[in-house]
């Protein structure tokens, strides 16, 4: 099977890609209340979301994620929204796309997947089959609210990831999937970076990137880039790494990365091998623009060692892959950025 990949060209054109940066943190920062799901704004509040979309395109982004993170059925049951998947999704879906069609240049609406919180079997309940439809059910939404490519994020077992690539081969939406390295290096399920590229082997449609988001930090994200670009040159490898490390002060969470540090990272993102960069948790505008700056600006160095990154952006928080624990955890029920 043969679907377009709309990655391709403008990689083509500009080299590297800006994706864009956190939605949960800085819809918080709008009023959205903890445990209130971001979804029910696509519809709720629709100028929050397309102001979050207008500030990343205003910044420098070539790439914008709908808000449907915990856009399934599983998720949405939490919020009691299970039956609005659909019309959420495509909600979602056409805020982003407006945005992007008024930007005056080319931007990517990428329609963002994230994880049920389920256990596949035989560590839980949710079958291959049931991921599949639920995954399906909200990709659907997205399609037909515009979205170009399919962006499944933030996932932790490998099971899960190929539930939803074989979902957006379904619809006929082509497909990036990232995971998050944040157990020692590797995700909770057990998946260590160089392995990421085998994870839809044998579907109809590969995916058009792979990569990583979220983790524990900048520092770890690229080292987690140097495996999987190692493992494959020729990947198209994206990376949407936190912005800094998360610090709790009293009951609120910030984050330590600044612009310069955001820009340093995205540097040693392209050396590192990536073609699509962005920011996660904690990223804002402010941090973007000083990313676009540093893309449009850098020349091209020597491929980063982990102590080059390290002296540049700080010390990694994960211990060595090598003394981690395998045990599988309870899948993450945290939201994307």
Not at 56 to 82: E, P
Not at 254 to 259: A, E, I, L, Q
Not at 280 to 306: I, N, Q, W, Y
Request: glycine share 12%; proline share 5%; net charge negative.
């Amino acid at each position: 099977m043969t679907i377009h990949n709309p990655l391709a060209d403008l990689i083509a054109e500009k080299g590297v890609l800006l994706a864009d940066g956190a939605t949960g943190t800085n819809l918080f920062a709008s009023g959205l209340e903890a445990g209130e799901a971001p979804e029910l704004w696509n519809e709720a509040k629709p100028e929050k979301i397309t102001a979050l979309h207008q500030g990343f395109v205003d910044a420098g982004a070539d790439i914008i994620l709908t808000n449907s993170f915990g856009g399934t059925r599983h998720r949405l049951k939490l919020h009691h929204a299970q039956d609005r998947v659909f019309e959420l999704n495509k909600k979602a879906a056409e805020l982003a796309r407006e945005v992007a069609d008024n930007a005056g240049r080319k931007v990517i609406v990428a329609g963002s997947v994230g994880p049920t919180g389920e256990l596949l079997v035989p560590l839980g309940a949710l079958t291959e089959e049931d991921a599949v439809a639920a995954f399906t059910e909200q990709l659907e939404g997205l399609k037909a609210g515009g979205v170009d490519v399919a962006w499944i994020e933030t996932m932790s077992a490998p099971g899960e990831i190929r539930a939803a690539a074989e979902a957006a081969v379904k619809v006929g939406l082509p497909y990036v999937y990232t995971g998050s390295f944040d157990t020692a290096g590797k995700t909770m399920m057990g998946l260590p970076p160089k392995e990421i590229h085998g994870v839809a082997e044998g579907l109809e449609a590969k995916p058009v990137a792979v990569g990583a988001n979220c983790g524990v930090g900048a520092s770890d994200i690229l080292a987690s880039l140097l495996d999987m670009s190692e493992a494959n040159p020729e990947a198209t490898i994206v990376i949407k790494g936190n912005c800094g490390i998360p610090e709790f002060r009293g009951s609120e969470i910030f984050y330590s990365g600044t612009p310069d540090l955001m820009a340093n990272y995205a540097r040693l993102a392209i050396d590192g091998g990536a073609k699509i960069v962005g920011g996660c948790c904690g990223t804002s505008f402010e941090h973007l623009a000083a990313m676009r700056k540093a893309l449009d600006s850098h020349t091209s160095g020597p491929r980063p060692t982990v102590d080059t990154i390290i002296e540049t952006i700080g010390p990694m928080r994960n211990k060595l892959a090598a003394h981690a624990d395998d045990t599988p955890k309870r899948e993450r029920r945290g939201r994307r950025g």
